[in-house]
């Protein structure tokens, strides 16, 4: 699989969810947790980045 093609997956399975397979759906709040926990990834990662200097 090319990497164009994995990015493509990965942006369909975000953008796309399919209803019978996303258990994030039996939750009012799922996508909003799941959102968050990115969110809070990507943070920690710029922050670590920062403090090793390589931001």
Do not use: H
């Amino acid at each position: 699989m090319r990497l164009t093609e994995a990015g493509n997956r990965f942006r369909e399975a975000l953008s796309q969810p399919n209803a019978d397979v996303k258990s994030a759906l039996d939750n009012s709040y799922g996508y909003f947790v799941v959102l968050g926990i990115i969110a809070v990834l990507c943070i920690g990662l710029y922050a670590r980045f920062k403090r090793a200097r390589w931001i």
